[in-house]
Structures are given as C-alpha cells and as structure tokens.
Nanobody, 121 residues
C-alpha cells in the first residue's frame, strides 16, 4: 500500500489549504485513515481521523473547529481541509492508514511521505 500526500505549501495566517492523500495498492475502503503532523523539534501530533465509511471523525484539540477530514472511497483519497490557519500549524503533514485486517502493535499500518505546510504570520 502506498500513500501519497500532496497539497501543502505556503499560506498566510488566516488562510486555507486542502491536503489530499491518494492511496494505491490496497483496498482503500477497508482502511480507517488519519492525518498527523510534525513540526521541527516537536513530537508527531494527531490531527484527525476518519473511519472507513466516514461515519466517525475525530479531531485533535488544536485543530477542532478549523480542520475538516473527509474521504472519497471512489477516488481512494482522503482530504484535510484546513481553515483559519495559524503559524502553529506549520509542520509536515502525514496521512496514515489503519487496516483492520493487519494485527500488530501499531495502530496505523501504512504512512505517506508527508507534505510541508508553512503558515506565515
């Protein structure tokens, strides 16, 4: 399974950006999907989660109310709509897939390569 995140870039504070993550090589509709981010010198942070059927979404406290996760299983893609961006949102954003058919110690089984989001204040 390969995950490719894209859509990052430079945006001014208060602006919006939409990230996409395209999956290939596996049954995308079976996966729960998540977005994470990591800023320089900081630990990886959970951003958002969406269940495989889109019936459940969860957000990290720092993005709740500003970010929206969605998915299109016909396009094997998960999205992260980011609004009211702040300088603290600057990070590399990663998408990840949780395959319920895979057992192991990690929740997420597959990770994308990340896309840089930079918010200028």
């Amino acid at each position: 399974v390969q995950l490719q995140a894209f859509g990052g870039g430079l945006v001014q504070a208060g602006g919006s950006l939409r990230l996409s993550c395209a999956a290939s090589g596996g049954p995308f509709g079976r996966y729960h999907m998540g977005w994470f981010r990591q800023a320089p010198g900081k630990e990886r942070e959970f951003v958002a989660f969406i269940s495989r059927s889109s019936t459940s979404t969860v957000y990290g406290p720092s993005v709740k109310g500003r970010f929206t996760i969605s998915r299109d299983n016909t396009k094997n893609t998960v999205y992260l709509q980011m609004s009211s961006l702040q300088a603290d949102d600057t990070a590399v954003y990663y998408c990840a897939a949780d395959d319920p058919a895979v057992t192991g110690t990690e929740v997420y089984d597959y990770w994308g390569q990340g896309t840089q989001v930079t918010v200028s204040s």
